[in-house]
C-alpha cells in the first residue's frame, strides 16, 4: 500500500477505479455474439477433467434460455471442482468465444448463483504484484467512507457556482460515485474524464496547485531586494547599458527592447524579480542577459551569470568580454570567470575579485554556487537554460547575497532572478506549474537570419549525407555531426551528455553490434561518437575532423571548441555537449543521427546551431531504418515546423508534461487528474478563485492545501 502512496485514508479516497466492469445484470447467453463480456446464470449439466496433454478441467453449463456453454479451466482447485460439480446453479462472467465446437470461455470469473446482484459498476484498482484487487477495494472503501466522513467544504459555493458542471456534484458525492458508479452511467464520460465527478475533481487538484503556487508567490513579495534603477531622470548619457547599446554592432528587435523594459521595470521595484525570459533558439536572450547586468553594474550591485555546462559558459565569457571590458576598465571593474575546472591560482584571485565588488560580472558554471564563493553585494542572478538547473541549484544562487549587503535594521535582501531558457514553456503549462513565474518572451528574430531546411534521410543513404559534407567544407563551411550518448545497458535511452545527466525519453534498443560489450560502459556510450568520428575522417581526406565529448579532458574540449569556432576544423563530431547555446555563426550544417532517439525539443535546440549568420543552413536528421509510426511522425513534425513553441506543443502532447517540469517535478507534484491539454476552462476557474479563496476564506484554503498537498509544498518556493 505504501509504494502506492496509499497512507492516508484521503488518499484511499483518491485512488480511483482504472475502470469498471459491469456485473449489475444477467444477459441470456443465447444472445451474446463472440468476443463479448457477458455474465449469466446456468446449470451446470457435465464436469470433467480431462488428461489430455495438459490437465484441464472441462464444465458445460446451461442457461435459462437453453443454450449451452463450455468453460475450460487450465488450473483449478478442488473446490472449484465443488462449486462446479453437476446439478448446481452457478453465475459465470467472462469473455464468449465461437470455438470449433460451439460456445465456450476460458477462466471465466463464477461463483455460486443466488446472490444479490451489485447496484454499481464494479471498480478495478490500479495495484501491484502481490497486493490482491480484493484487498484493495477493500481499504478504499473504508479509507473513502472515513475520508467522506472527516470531510467540510474547501470551496464556498459563491466560486463553484461559477462554472455549471461544478454545481452538479459535491466532491464527497463525486469520489463515491466514481468508486461505484451507477449500473446506467455513460461509460464514455468516465473513460473522458468528461463526467462531472471527474470534473469536480480536477478542479479541486487545479486550485490546490494554485493556492500553493500563489502562496509561494505572495511569500515570495515578502522578500526585500535592492531597487536596481540605472540614473535617477534627468542623470542623462553615460549609463552603462546605453553605452553596450551604443556600441553593439546591431539594434536590438523590438520584442528584445520589449522585454528588456520588463525586466527593468521588475529591478525598479523592491522585491525580487522572479522572471523567466523565454525565447526561441537564436532569439538574442545574451544581449538582453548583458543588458539587465549593465542595470545592476550601474546601480553599484554585481551580477552572476550561471550556465550549464562549460562550453556555454566558455562562451558567454568571451562574449560578454568583448562587450563589457572596454565599458566596465574606465570604470575599475572587470568580468570574472569561475568554473570547476580552474587552476587554484586563477581561481583564488577570481573569488578575491568576487568578494571584493571588483568583479562586477561573474560567467560561469555550477561552480558558482560553491561555498567559497562569496559576492561582496550580488543584486542580479541570472540562469541561463534554465531547465538544465535543479530547484536546489537556484535556490543556492539566490541566496548569495551576503549579510553584509543588509542595511542597518533592515530585513535581508535578496537578489533579482533572470531565468532563461530556448525550451519555451507552452500556455498551459505556463498558467499551471509555472503560475508563480512572471514571463517575459522574445518572439522575434533578429533580422537577416536565412531559415534552415531540415531534410529527414534515412541512415541508409549516409553516403550522400557524407559526400555534401565535403562539398560544404569545400565552400569554406563548417558542419557539426552529433551522435547520441547511447546506454545500452539501461533501456537504451539517450543521455544528454552535460553535467546534468539528464535523461531525455525512452526509446527503442539499438541492434546489437559485433564487439558490444568490450570496454566497459563508458566506451559502450562513447562507441557511436568514436565510431562515426574514424568513419568521417576517412571518407574525408583532406578535411579536418575534430571530435568532442564531455569525457575529453577540460583543456582538451576547451581546445577543440576553439579550433572550430576559428574555423580551423571543417567537421566536429559531437554528443549533445553543444546542444546548448553554443554559437559558431559560419556552421551550415547540421547532421544528426539516431535522430529517433532524440526528444523533439532536444533536436530544436541541436538544431538551432546551424542558421546564426547569413549563410543558408540545413539541418539533416538521420533515422535508423525501421522507423515506427510515431518516430515518423516525430521527425515529419521537426522538418515542417521551424517554431520552437509549436514543436514545445507537440513534444508536450506526445511525451507529457514530465518533461518540461525537468527537477520541478519532484514526483506527486504531477497533476494526477487534471489534463492541461483538456482542462483548460477549469485552471482558468482555478487561477482565478485562488487569490480570492485566500483573501476571503483563508482557512478554508489551509484546509485545500493541507488536504491536497499535506506535507508536499516546498518544492513550489523555488
Ligand atoms: P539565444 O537566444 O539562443 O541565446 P544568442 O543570444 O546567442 O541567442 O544570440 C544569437 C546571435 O544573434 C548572437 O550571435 C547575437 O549576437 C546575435 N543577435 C542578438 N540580437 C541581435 C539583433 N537584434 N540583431 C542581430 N543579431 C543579434
Ligand atoms: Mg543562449
Given at each position: 500500500m505504501h509504494k502506492l502512496g496509499l497512507v492516508r485514508d484521503w488518499d484511499l479516497a483518491l485512488h480511483v477505479p482504472l475502470r469498471y466492469e459491469d456485473e449489475t445484470r444477467l444477459q441470456p447467453l443465447g444472445a451474446a455474439s463472440d468476443g463479448q463480456a457477458v455474465q449469466f446464470e446456468a446449470v451446470v449439466v457435465q464436469s470433467e477433467v480431462s488428461l489430455g496433454p495438459r490437465r484441464q478441467l472441462r464444465v458445460t453449463v446451461r442457461g435459462d434460455d437453453g443454450a449451452t456453454c463450455v468453460l475450460r479451466f487450465l488450473s483449478f482447485y478442488v473446490s472449484h471442482q465443488k462449486t462446479l460439480a453437476v446439478g448446481q446453479r452457478v453465475r459465470v462472467r467472462g469473455e464468449l468465444r465461437m470455438g470449433l465446437w460451439g460456445r465456450e470461455m476460458v477462466h471465466p470469473v463464477f461463483r455460486t448463483a443466488g446472490v444479490p446482484l451489485p447496484q454499481g459498476l464494479t471498480p478495478v484498482y490500479p495495484t501491484t504484484a502481490g497486493l490482491p484487487q480484493a484487498y484493495v477495494r477493500k481499504a478504499v472503501a473504508t479509507g473513502l467512507s472515513r475520508a467522506v466522513r472527516a470531510m467540510t467544504p474547501t470551496i464556498p459555493d459563491e466560486y463553484l457556482n461559477e462554472i455549471a458542471c461544478l454545481r452538479l456534484l459535491k466532491l464527497d458525492s463525486s469520489l463515491r460515485f466514481l468508486h461505484c458508479p451507477a449500473a446506467d452511467v455513460s461509460l464514455a464520460q468516465l473513460e473522458d474524464r468528461t463526467h462531472p465527478a471527474w470534473l469536480r475533481l480536477k478542479a479541486e487538484e487545479l486550485l490546490a496547485q494554485q493556492l500553493s503556487q500563489q502562496v509561494a508567490r505572495r511569500e515570495r513579495q515578502r522578500f526585500r531586494a535592492p531597487v536596481l534603477?540605472?540614473?535617477?531622470?534627468?542623470?542623462?548619457?553615460?549609463l552603462l547599458h546605453q553605452d553596450l547599446l551604443a556600441a553593439l554592432p546591431f539594434a536590438l528587435t523590438q520584442a528584445q527592447r520589449r522585454v528588456v523594459d520588463e525586466v527593468a521595470a521588475d529591478m525598479a521595484l523592491p522585491r525580487p524579480m522572479h522572471r523567466l525570459l523565454q525565447g526561441d533558439v537564436?532569439?538574442?536572450k545574451t544581449v538582453v542577459a548583458a543588458l539587465a547586468a549593465c542595470m545592476a553594474m550601474q546601480c553599484g550591485w554585481q551580477c552572476a551569470l550561471m550556465a550549464p555546462t562549460e562550453i556555454l559558459a566558455t562562451q558567454h565569457f568571451a562574449k560578454l568580454v568583448a562587450w563589457l571590458e572596454p565599458l566596465l576598465a574606465p570604470r575599475g571593474l572587470v568580468v570574472a570567470w569561475l568554473t570547476g575546472s580552474q587552476r587554484k591560482k586563477e581561481r583564488a584571485e577570481m573569488l578575491a575579485r568576487i568578494a571584493s565588488g571588483q568583479a562586477g560580472l561573474v560567467v560561469g558554471t555550477h561552480?558558482?554556487?560553491?561555498?567559497?564563493?562569496?559576492?561582496?553585494?550580488?543584486g542580479l542572478a541570472i540562469i541561463d537554460e534554465?531547465?538544465?538547473?535543479?530547484v536546489a541549484q537556484r535556490l543556492a544562487l539566490r541566496s548569495?547575497?551576503?549579510?553584509?549587503?543588509?542595511?542597518?535594521?533592515g530585513a535581508s535582501l535578496e537578489p533579482h532572478l533572470l531565468m532563461m531558457t530556448a525550451t519555451p514553456i507552452p500556455r498551459t503549462l505556463a498558467m499551471s506549474y509555472y503560475a508563480d513565474l512572471d514571463v517575459s518572451t522574445i518572439d522575434e528574430l533578429p533580422p537577416g537570419r536565412t531559415p534552415i531546411v531540415t531534410k529527414v534521410i534515412a541512415d541508409e543513404r549516409r553516403e550522400e549525407v557524407v559526400a555534401r559534407i565535403g562539398a560544404q567544407v569545400a565552400q569554406g563551411r563548417q558542419v557539426y555531426w552529433v551522435c547520441p550518448l547511447i546506454d545500452?545497458?539501461?533501456?537504451?535511452a539517450v543521455v544528454a551528455d552535460?553535467?546534468?545527466?539528464r535523461m531525455t525519453g525512452s526509446v527503442p534498443r539499438l541492434p546489437a553490434r559485433a564487439g558490444?560489450?568490450?570496454?566497459?560502459r563508458e566506451a559502450q556510450l562513447l562507441r557511436n561518437v568514436t565510431a562515426t568520428h574514424a568513419e568521417l575522417s576517412e571518407a574525408l581526406p583532406g578535411v579536418a575532423v575534430a571530435l568532442l565529448h564531455s569525457r575529453l579532458p577540460v583543456a582538451e574540449k576547451r581546445a577543440v571548441m576553439d579550433a572550430f569556432a576559428r574555423g580551423e576544423t571543417g567537421v566536429l563530431v559531437s554528443?549533445?555537449?553543444?546542444?546548448?547555446?553554443?554559437?559558431?555563426?559560419?556552421?551550415?550544417l547540421m547532421v544528426i543521427e539516431?535522430?529517433?532517439?532524440?526528444?523533439l525539443s532536444q533536436l530544436h535546440q541541436l538544431r538551432g546551431?546551424?542558421?546564426?549568420?547569413a549563410v543558408a543552413s540545413a539541418c539533416v536528421l538521420l533515422y535508423t531504418t525501421p522507423l515506427g509510426p510515431n518516430g515518423r511522425e516525430r521527425l515529419k513534425a521537426m522538418a515542417q515546423t521551424a517554431d520552437g513553441f509549436e514543436i514545445a506543443r507537440i513534444d508536450l502532447a506526445l511525451r507529457g508534461p514530465g518533461e518540461f517540469l525537468g527537477?520541478?517535478?519532484?514526483?506527486?507534484?504531477?497533476?494526477?487528474?487534471?489534463d492541461l491539454s483538456t482542462d483548460a476552462d477549469l485552471l482558468a476557474w482555478a487561477q482565478a478563485t485562488a487569490p480570492r479563496l485566500l483573501d476571503d476564506y483563508p482557512q478554508m484554503a489551509q484546509a485545500h492545501l493541507e488536504r491536497w498537498l499535506g506535507g508536499k509544498s516546498d518544492f513550489l518556493k523555488a
Open positions: 534603477v540605472p540614473g535617477k531622470p534627468g542623470a542623462g548619457a553615460g537564436g532569439a538574442g561552480a558558482l554556487i560553491q561555498e567559497q564563493v562569496v559576492f561582496a553585494r550580488l534554465q531547465h538544465r538547473f535543479g548569495k547575497l551576503v549579510d553584509g549587503a543588509t542595511p542597518p535594521g545500452e545497458q539501461a533501456d537504451g552535460d553535467a546534468s545527466g558490444a560489450g568490450a570496454g566497459g554528443t549533445t555537449v553543444i546542444e546548448v547555446g553554443v554559437d559558431v555563426p559560419n556552421a551550415s539516431h535522430a529517433e532517439r532524440f526528444g546551431r546551424v542558421g546564426r549568420g527537477a520541478r517535478q519532484s514526483g506527486d507534484a504531477l497533476l494526477r487528474f487534471a
